[in-house]
């Protein structure tokens, strides 16, 4: 099976199992893992914050964040198609009594600050608090620019509101951009990362952020049934992703552009722009069209997401011959072959 639907299929690799099974352990609810609490050291250590919390997912991660930012009745602005809005079951707002702001993304994955500034809500007990603009990067694989995070901060900074980062793939961000991670996430008060997508951990996200917060969010994460005994385990595999498997996100990247420019030369097969900004490549197939795609490509023993456009998702368990088989077979099913 070649699996493009996304890069959360990932599988451990040996040198990462092998750190797992090596893995010293305690019970983590006590303080007393010394993996997870390494992890949580290292995390903290490369994106340059003071404190970091191992979370069982990005969403809880996310959610985590949500609620130690606001308050019962705050709001959060938001983008329309973002993670922490769309994709995260209401969490903030069921439990958290968190309100979304959505607001529609421009096409380069940016909310644009003055939309953003005529949706903050006056302080007047007729509306919600408006208290937290969250930010994702990579938004469907694109990556915001350097210029428009520092105008987000200042933004944010004048209008009293904290600022968060879905930063699931960040560390794509930072491989695309050849900087050191913290050069995005140095402009947020909290960052979540998933170790669990391309870094390829198999569970787990981190949050990050300053100590007081992190305190708070780790209250959060007891309630919500976060808090793991032994989990080293785990955190060892995101160890090996944080020291291992960063540098090569740049091959998923690869492996994208290859993707999209063959898709780009088949008649009639078109690429969103923004396609294999890093590793995900969207089609302009209409749905009806993607979908068929999808069953052509499975009985091909090839695996994309069939909802709505298709979503082609490059990582570490798919390689450069693959994506030459996958562009073959997309070539045959748009010449009726
Ligand atoms: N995204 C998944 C699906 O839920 C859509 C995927 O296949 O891409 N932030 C971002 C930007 C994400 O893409 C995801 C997962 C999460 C947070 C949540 O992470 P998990 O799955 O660990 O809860």
Known sequence: MIDLRSDTVTRPTAGMRAAMAAAEVGDDVYGEDPTVNRLESLAAEMIGTEAALFATSGTQSNLLALMSHCQRGDEYI???????????????????SIQPQPLELEDNGTLDLERVRAAIKPDDFHFARTRLLCLENTQLGKVL??????????????????????????????????VDVQTITGHFDSVSVCLSKGLGAPVGSVLCGTKPFIKTARRWRKMLGGGMRQAGILAAAGIFALEHQVQRLAEDHKNAALLASGLQSIPGMGV???????????????????????????ERDILVSPSGRNRLVTHLDVSEADIRTVIEAIQQFMTGG
């Open 272 to 298: 969103e722009p923004f396609s294999a900004d890093t590793n995900m490549v969207f089609t302009t197939l209409k749905p009806q069209n993607g979908m068929a795609l999808a069953v052509f490509l499975k």
């Open 78 to 96: 938001v983008g329309q198609q973002a993670h922490t809005y769309k994709y995260e079951a209401g969490g903030a707002a069921v439990l958290g």
């Open 145 to 178: 620019p350097l210029s428009y995070l520092a105008e987000a901060a200042a933004f944010a900074g004048k209008h009293g509101l904290a600022l968060h980062l879905d930063g699931a793939r960040v560390f794509n961000a930072a491989v695309k951009l050849k």
